[in-house]
């Protein structure tokens, strides 16, 4: 969600259906559907990798826990992309923690029987690959704006995001289909919540946003753009 411009990280690839029938078959037929409710966890931060979940419905948040106590909330993905990267098949731990965001269906595929699937079709290789990539331009782009943007900026980006990610339009402005709390948006731009509290009460006072319970409506989008412009 913390990107300069979504048109540099370009649409997340969905794996399943960038397969045909005969592929994706083979996927399914090493999957394991697995439902998770809300606040469980896929793995904690330190755990053996030792497999991927494709996520079927529902979202699934991946976050760092720093040696302070401190937690940074690194990405939230939805239907159509996979966690449990980047060492899809090694041996490694997982550094940092997924949890279900929401109620959510995933299917698991085991790391054995998902390399000798990628060794044994190039097309389920090329698939992979091209998650991995789209998840290391999500998170490289996200230390860039973490390394050069206050964190003014970053909320001001954050919300913009929103807007146009899960904005729906309605005749007072854009609302935001999804709910977050300060400590949520917080914890996304790598900032205090009363730091962002702050934040958001200037928007407000200026009706560029109404926020109440977690529920954001962006009032006047040219004028949040505005703000992101400087």
């Known amino acids: 969600m913390l990107v300069e411009s979504e048109a540099n990280i370009g649409r997340a690839p969905n794996i399943l259906e960038s397969l045909n029938a005969a592929d994706r078959d083979r996927v399914l037929a090493i999957g394991q559907r697995r439902v998770f409710k809300s606040g469980a966890p896929l793995w904690r931060q330190g755990d053996a990798h030792e497999g991927i979940y494709l996520i079927e419905k529902g979202r699934i948040r991946s976050f760092y826990n720093g040696p302070s106590g401190r937690e940074?909330?690194?990405?939230?993905?939805?239907?159509?992309?996979?966690?449990?990267?980047?060492?899809?098949?090694?041996?490694?731990?997982?550094?940092?923690?997924?949890?279900?965001?929401?109620?959510t269906t995933a299917l698991y595929l085991p790391k054995g029987p998902l390399r000798k699937l990628t060794v044994a079709s190039a097309a389920i290789a090329v698939c992979l690959l091209d998650a991995v990539a789209f998840k290391a331009k999500c998170y490289s782009a996200m230390a860039q704006m973490l390394g050069t943007r206050q964190?003014?900026?970053?909320?001001?980006?954050?919300?913009?995001?929103?807007?146009?990610?899960?904005?729906?339009?309605?005749?007072?402005?854009?609302?935001?289909?999804?709910?977050?709390t300060h400590a949520?948006?917080?914890?996304l731009v790598g900032a205090t919540r009363q730091r962002v509290q702050v934040e958001i009460a200037r928007l407000q006072e200026r009706r560029i946003i109404n926020y109440r319970r977690g529920l954001l409506q962006i009032l006047d989008m040219d004028a949040l753009h505005a703000e992101e412009q400087g």
């Open 184 to 187: 949520d948006l917080a914890s």
């Open 151 to 180: 964190v003014g900026e970053r909320v001001i980006r954050l919300l913009v995001f929103l807007g146009t990610t899960y904005g729906i339009e309605d005749e007072s402005g854009v609302m935001v289909s999804a709910s977050f």
């Open 72 to 103: 940074v909330t690194l990405a939230y993905w939805l239907p159509g992309n996979f966690v449990g990267g980047p060492d899809i098949f090694g041996d490694s731990v997982h550094m940092w923690s997924s949890s279900a965001d929401r109620p």
